[in-house]
């Protein structure tokens, strides 16, 4: 996609290729970029939150609004943590009282040791060496 900037397109593909091809430059770079920019990103959410934690939402009217806001911590903090336990107590009920829903069919067949099954093989990328 950069080679198709003009004029500098052919140099912008070199320069982040690290050379004329693809190579170990490349890949070390594209690497680095891959896991240092989640926190790149989370660093700037967290100023983006704090800014507006500090001076509050943009009000288009210019009108104060504070009248109408509800405090964060005890209201939407405790109503966050119920909410979770309830999630938690209905996971836990269905794990325990119907935990054959959540497993494979397949493992309800009894099994014949003399057998393979059919239905075992690799993934496609390994059947170049299963027999």
Do not use: C
Not at 5 to 13: C, H, K
């Amino acid at each position: 996609l950069l080679s198709a900037v003009p004029y500098l397109g052919m140099d912008l593909v070199q320069w982040i290729w690290g050379g004329f091809a693809v190579d170990n430059a490349t890949l070390t770079r594209f690497f680095t970029f891959h896991f240092i920019f989640p926190f790149i990103i989370l660093a700037l959410m967290m100023i983006h939150l704090l800014f507006l934690h500090q001076t509050g939402s943009n009000n288009p009217l210019g009108l104060n609004s504070n009248v109408d806001k509800i405090p964060f911590h005890p209201y939407f903090i405790y109503k966050d943590i119920f909410g979770f336990i309830v999630f938690l107590w209905i996971l836990i009920f269905f794990i325990l009282k119907f935990n054959y829903l959540l497993m494979d069919p397949e493992n309800f067949i009894p099994a014949n040791p003399l057998v393979t099954p059919v239905h075992i093989q690799p993934e496609w990328y390994f059947l170049f060496a299963y027999a």
